[in-house]
């Protein structure tokens, strides 16, 4: 689904990512793993159009989307997570998935083109969408509560929730398990397998916790020094010298 090839991003001299190559197949949960600073997140980045990379191709599906806008991307169903803005943080989390279709695909004047009557109906059915999204991911109960009020784990379930507002082919995750307290992850970690077999999202998943990376993704990909140092089964990597190696340094 998703070729990158030999790709860099460069920082002025430095080389965040040194020419990466590797493959994403459609409906896996590819984990994406490497020590601090080994270029995972620019290479996301790079990815999902936040950053235009220095050389090399990017391509979903057979077409070439090196450098495509985010916006563009999100068109096509690429979506990378992104925290909720400061901005939204007084929102309720219905609200928060309410916003996405529209605010994503950059349609800010649309409300003017139509009467009140139908801006009625798509708020309801908005709503709805949203209300479904909630039940599936087993946070109903947080509906109304202001999304600034969320825990860590429960602000990544509504992160996830936002990718399923709109039709999302291929999900980038950085992190997700950042400060999140097991039984979250746990929850998580079953939206994730569940979006993936139930809805056909192809996952790629970057985390440090390699209990939840172990039980997800198949395959799994390790970065270090801005290049895939190795691919397999989680099992299979985690007795590779070279990845030991690169964990705990030279
Ligand atoms: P990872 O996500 O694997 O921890 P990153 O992709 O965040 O690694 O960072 C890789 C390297 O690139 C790090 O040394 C980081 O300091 C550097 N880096 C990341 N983004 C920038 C930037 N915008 N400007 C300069 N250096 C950056
Ligand atoms: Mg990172």
Redesign the pocket.
Known sequence: MIVVEDLHKH??G?R??DGASLEIAKGSITGLI??????????F?VIAGVYTPTSGRVIMDGEDITGLPPHELFHKGLLRTFQIAHEFSSMTVRENLMMVPAAQSGETLWNAWFGRKRIAEEERALAKKADEVLDFLTISHLADERAGNLSGGQKKLLELGRTMMVDAKIVFL?EVGAGVNRTLLNTIGDAIVRLNKERGYTFCV?EHDMDFIGRLCDPVIV?AE?KVLAEGSAAHIMENEAVIEAYLGR
């Not at 490497?34 to 290479?43: D, E, H, M, V």
Request: avoid cysteine.
């Open positions: 920082f002025g430095f965040a990512v490497g020590p601090n600073g080994a270029g995972k997140s620019t290479l980045n950085d970057i970065m801005g």
